[in-house]
């Protein structure tokens, strides 16, 4: 069965970082390019970050280029995202995920939340 734990959100000002995690299970980890993605309440789901199999290339939305970094550890099953300088228009639920030949996984999601 394939799991996708997310974790590492939380509550944090403005300017803050935080780093979420997403321990992979049931399927070949090392085999898949991995995302993050996110939902803010009344908006669909963005593209946030992805990273290719073995880590060495990324891709971000431009909203979260310079900000975040998505980086993976495939002897752990692994993938981060650590987000720094947060903005209020960051809050949202993050989801890690990653698709097959037939259909999209993902986790449960962590929220985030930016605020005084």
């Known amino acids: 069965e394939v799991q996708l734990v997310e974790s590492g959100g939380g509550l944090v000002q403005p300017g803050g970082s935080l780093t979420l995690s997403c321990v992979a299970s049931?399927?070949?980890?090392?085999?898949?390019?991995m995302k993050w993605y996110r939902q803010a309440p009344g908006k669909e789901r963005e593209l946030v970050a992805s990273i290719t199999t073995g880590g060495g290339t990324t891709a971000y939305a431009r909203s979260v280029e310079g900000r975040f970094t998505i980086s993976r550890d495939n002897a752990k099953n692994t993938v981060y995202l650590q987000m720094n300088s947060l903005q209020v228009d960051d809050t949202a639920m993050y989801y890690c995920?990653?698709?097959?030949?037939?259909?999209?996984?993902w986790g449960q999601g962590t929220q985030v939340t930016v605020s005084l």
């Open positions: 049931g399927f070949r980890f090392t085999g898949y390019n």
């Open positions: 995920g990653y698709s097959n030949l037939w259909r999209d996984f």
